[in-house]
């Protein structure tokens, strides 16, 4: 059984590729991770829901010969179930869509260059590379050095096309777009090292075009800063 199932769920498996979208390593990553769960429990509810009458009207209603000559009853409507079938669905995307709106508000990439809170990193997107710019000043290409704990606010901008800045473990896909600066922050990263991508198809080297994000203590962060001068 277990064989058979593997085999099954390989054609699903099959792009995933070590991505952790759903074992987050921060807190922005966590509550992203918890839309995903809270919206499949509800959909799982509705599914089965729906399986069990399905069975349950096969069942019931199934042919059989001493029902031949049988003629249901003529039902023109039944108030009660259709006020069921339309008020429950709208109770159930009220409460998807409170958290929903609240996690996807709390976390939208700004426009503004100005950050609330936390440490600043400069991000630049271009064919085919990332370069990271650390509070001090200092660069560095496809490696991007984090303190656990803190809030980051990463500065994204693109040189030439649209690129996406992403990194499964620690946050959701963020567009950098030519001519424009976007916000975001990652919120308590967790010590780690992690795998960064372009989430946007941008030219023929798209593929090549990935990163490495090193979550380290804070004393470990203040060191690094300090071997960069």
């Not at 599914?47 to 009458?53: D, E, K, N, P, S």
């Not at 059989?64 to 339309?86: A, C, I, S, Y």
């Not at 009220?94 to 976390?107: G, R, S």
């Not at 803190?150 to 030519?178: N, R, Y």
Request: proline letters at 4%; hydrophobic letters at 45%.
């Amino acid at each position: 059984m277990k064989k058979w199932l593997v085999i099954g769920l390989l054609p699903l498996l099959a792009g995933c590729s070590g991505i952790t979208v759903l074992d987050a390593k921060s807190t922005t990553g966590e509550e992203q991770a918890y839309l995903i769960w809270f919206s499949l429990g509800l959909m799982m509810i509705v599914l089965a829901v729906v399986f069990i009458l399905f069975a349950r009207f096969v069942i019931k209603y199934r042919y059989k010969k001493e029902k031949d000559d049988f003629l249901p009853e003529d039902v023109k409507g039944n108030l009660k179930l259709e006020l069921t079938w339309t008020i429950l669905p709208i109770i159930l995307l009220i409460v998807l869509a409170v958290p929903t709106i609240q996690i996807t508000y709390d976390q939208s990439p700004q426009t503004s260059a100005d950050a609330d809170a936390g440490m600043d990193i400069g991000v630049a997107a271009e064919q085919f590379k990332w370069t990271f710019s650390q509070p001090n000043g200092k660069t560095e290409e496809n490696k991007l050095v984090l303190p656990e704990g803190e809030t980051v606010t990463l500065h994204l901008s693109s040189k030439d096309v649209i690129h996406s800045f992403w990194v499964p473990a620690l946050a959701g896909k963020i567009d950098t777009i030519p001519g424009k600066q976007v916000t975001y922050e990652i919120k308590n990263p967790k010590k780690g090292t992690y795998k960064g991508k372009c989430a946007e198809y941008c030219g023929i080297q798209h593929a090549n075009m990935v990163f490495e994000v090193r979550v380290v203590s804070q004393k470990a962060y203040r060191t690094y800063l300090e071997e960069m001068k």
